[in-house]
């Protein structure tokens, strides 16, 4: 992680950081197969970190303009389109790949989003997605601080505005995922849990800065200011952040969930089982 960490680190606000390191470091180890369509490709910083341009996406889209234009430096993208993942203008059976990475829980049409994302993928070609769970919200640093001291109805009320404020729609576990995946004529072929407690914290604890760092990118492009000094600033607590931040615990209580599935070839039955 320590790699991922320091190189997003330089480049975003640490609760944004923290989160898509640990999302590299599950990411890595799946295989992408072309033609690639990346949804909610952002300004193409993310892509860039995790796949350090061995790969090149086919095709990447986004529903903001601006963040279009940004990518396009990223020169990770043979080709960028400003679209919904509601209305995809590909012809059916377009891709083998399709990548999303922290992005259907913002979708309310999820449905509609699934199946399109059908539409357009192969027989058996593979959908990688990653979102928060349904136990993300009781992972929030403040939300444990305030239900520690009996503050039930304020921590409930903290959590539902931080989910009001990132756009949270669908925060779902692997079994109802499966079952939406299933609607969608998808075979739900693996889940990955990740994001322990302890990293969970950090993140709500920086949360603040997240936010500004929305306001930022909007006058300069960059989500932070002087990424050049953070290079040299950040350095040194990486290691430490690292130490503090590993995964322990029980898979349960971890509030991410990478989603792999796979396309119906024909009729084929999903048997997946969760332990």
Request: glycine content about 4%.
């Amino acid at each position: 992680m320590n790699n991922y960490l320091n190189d997003l680190w330089i480049k975003a606000p640490l609760s944004w950081a923290i989160i898509r390191a640990r999302e590299c470091q599950v990411l890595e180890k799946e295989e992408f197969i072309h033609p690639i369509l990346e949804i909610g490709c952002g300004d193409g910083l993310f892509a860039q970190v995790l796949f350090k341009k061995n790969i090149k996406i086919d095709v990447g889209i986004d529903s903001d303009e601006n963040e279009i234009r940004r990518a396009k430096k990223s020169n990770m993208y043979n080709r960028l389109i400003c679209t919904s993942v509601t209305n995809l203008p590909f012809k059916n059976c377009s891709f083998k790949t399709v990548f999303i990475n922290g992005v259907l829980e913002h979708i309310p049409e999820l449905s509609t989003a699934l199946g399109e994302i059908n539409r357009i993928l192969k027989p058996r070609g593979k959908l990688i997605t990653t979102s928060p769970s349904d136990v993300y919200s009781k992972q929030l640093g403040y939300y444990r601080l305030l239900n520690y001291f009996g503050l039930t109805i304020l921590a409930k009320k903290y959590a539902s505005l931080i989910n009001r404020l990132f756009l949270h729609y669908h925060l779902l576990s692997p079994k109802q995922w499966k079952k939406k995946l299933e609607k969608n004529h998808f075979s739900l072929e693996n889940v990955v849990f990740y994001n322990s407690p302890q990293i969970i914290l950090i993140h709500d604890l920086f949360l603040p800065f997240a936010v500004l760092s929305k306001i930022v990118k909007k006058y300069t492009d960059s989500m932070v200011l002087f990424p050049n000094f953070r290079k040299i600033l950040i350095k040194p607590f990486v290691p430490l952040l690292n130490m503090f931040i590993r995964e322990t615990g029980a898979i349960d209580k971890r509030s991410s969930i990478l989603l792999i599935a796979k396309k119906y070839e024909s009729l084929e039955k999903n048997n997946f089982q969760f332990n």
